[in-house]
């Protein structure tokens, strides 16, 4: 759905129904969307500058299905930064495709996140159980918000604190919660997938590669 | 953030390097992996600095004087398992008796992330970071269904560092670790007071380290074995297997063959009789032909012989190139009973085999001699000598007796291959506080 930017007019567009955030890439206003309307939060500063290969427009495969990268959420921690790019797959499902250290990930939110303890409770080695699989805690981190682009199933201001906590389950897979006070706890389950398995197209140009 | 050449924003645009003044000397300092790097040893004063300050925080100070140096300079791209790489970061790290110092290189490539190589005695091993922790237990460490033996214990302390790091490095950090080799594999577990990291790594040649990044100078002398640096010999080892098995094919296949195109046949058979009272005679056979394929001609010699001895001498003449090829043949059985109970001793039949004969009409000139019985008691009757004895000769005859040797060598080819194998094996574990090879205190 296309919409006009309150500051600016530009056409924005909302690929996902779920988004309800956006940045305008024209004049970087943060939107909250209100079904067809928008309301103006303030503006997103640039983001840090980083190497990444991924970026709004590219598009992917994760198993059987094709993905296009809508929206990013750059985080912060104690001892470095990393990506989560809010993946829209063909099928309307929506996926986040995690960036650390040149590691990938694909992985997806579960609804019912009433079965896993709080997040106060959890430290490295607690076993957590997700649906019918088990995974175990390796890190707790406090993590920032440094700012976001595209699209968003949430408000991605710049400055939004959480808790996030990495579980690792068999083989590649992992489970991982990001706790924050407007959202609560979110719970997502996913798998590493190396980078040429994503057959990506669209991706940044990267200077001398 | 001042003085900054900033790289252009994100949101599309190329990336480029991100340069800023040394927050120590004022020297430049770039940054390749913007966003990953959070740490960067400057390569003019060797402070460390923290890239994710605002300010360029200093993590550790200047070194007084740069003492080491790279074997592959910073900057430097290479290709390793298809994927290109950039040297960006280099760390020389001691154990905790500063005893044994490596040297690690930090690789990497903006759609693949980081890669790890590390040199030790002139050893290379290619190293990425696992997935998931593996499992230790005791002396093993279990990962992707494979068991690796715990080789070494210790610290591990960052003495100097050069260049970029994605975590927060700095020169005197110490972390415990242990590593556990399979070779060519090694799996290594660094934890420190705020995570514990797995990395997996594999022995690469030092030949095509310097084929990828082509040093500017020559690698470091190789000494000694590697932890996990494949045996040579266990590669050997297969390759003699798989030599052996080759060789016993042939071996097999050839006495097959001389079985099947053996023919066997008879060439001639008679019977002979001394004449007069002498033991010896001679006798001159008529010719006969020999057939088939250049192969061999089996004599049997038969003979009544009892306590006694009959020998020929045997001349084997070719009729038509007078060829002749002389040999002795006999045979001899004695037997009786002694305190022992009843003994026996040779035979009334035996071959001999005369190797590679050419086809053609042959005859034979025998010269017989026979045993003399011993004097008998007086009165008691003269043993006759025995005058008799027959000769059969067969053409193409199969021996089994070059097969037997053949298998016995390859047999000991195997031996002496899996002992070097398990010298080398020996050199491995020399420096390890684990070695089995050496009783544990």
Sequence with gaps: MKLSCPSCGADVEFKSKASVFGVCPFCSSTLVRHDINLETLGKMAELPPDVSPLQVGTRGRYENSSFEIVGRL???????????????????TQGWLGEFQGFYTMSFQVEDSSGVPPVDSLKPGVKVTVGKSQY???DIREIV?????????FRAVKGRKSVSVDLGGQGETFASMDCSDDEGVLLYVGRYVDFDKFKFQALREIDGW | MAGDAEAESAGGKKPAVKTFGCTSCGAPVSVKAVGQTVAVGCPSCGAVIDVTDDNYRIISEAQKKILFFPAIPLGRRGTLHGEKWEVIGFMVRTDGTGVYSWREYLLWNPFKGFRWLTEY??????????????RAKKDSAFYLGRTYKLYNRGEAKAIFVLGEFYWRVAVGETVQVEDYINPPEMLSREVSAQEEIWSIGEYIEAGAIYAAFKPDAPLPTMIGVA????????SAALMSWRNAWIFFGIIFLIQIATLVISSHSLAYH?????MGDKPVDKFVTPSFAVKGWPSNLEFTLESPVDNSWIDLDIDLVNDGTGEVREFSHGVEYYHGRDSDGPWSEGGQKKDALLSDTPDGTYHINLDSTVATPPAQKTGAPQQPRVRYFELTVRRGVVSW??????????????????MKQGSFEAKRWEESD??????TD
């Excluded at chain 1, 750059?74 to 309307?92: H, I, M, P, T």
């Excluded at chain 1, 918000?145 to 199933?153: A, F």
């Excluded at chain 2, 932890?227 to 266990?234: F, R």
């Excluded at chain 2, 008679?270 to 001394?274: A, D, Q, V």
Aim: proline share 9%.
């Design chain 2, 227 to 234: 932890p996990n640096q494949p045996n040579p010999e266990a």
């Design chain 1, 74 to 92: 750059k985080v912060k921690w104690a001892e470095g930064s990393w990506n989560e790019w809010f993946a829209l797959l063909d099928d309307g």
């Design chain 2, 401 to 418: 007796s070059a097969f037997v040797l053949a298998l016995l060598a390859i047999f000991a080819y195997l031996v002496f291959k899996s």
């Design chain 2, 121 to 134: 005695n002139g050893h290379w091993n290619y190293i990425i970071t696992t997935r998931k922790n593996p």
């Design chain 2, 270 to 274: 008679k019977g002979f009789m001394l």
């Design chain 2, 434 to 439: 684990f070695s089995p090879y050496k009783p």
């Design chain 1, 136 to 138: 175990q805690v390796d």
């Design chain 1, 145 to 153: 918000c440094q700012g976001s682009e595209g699209e968003l199933p």
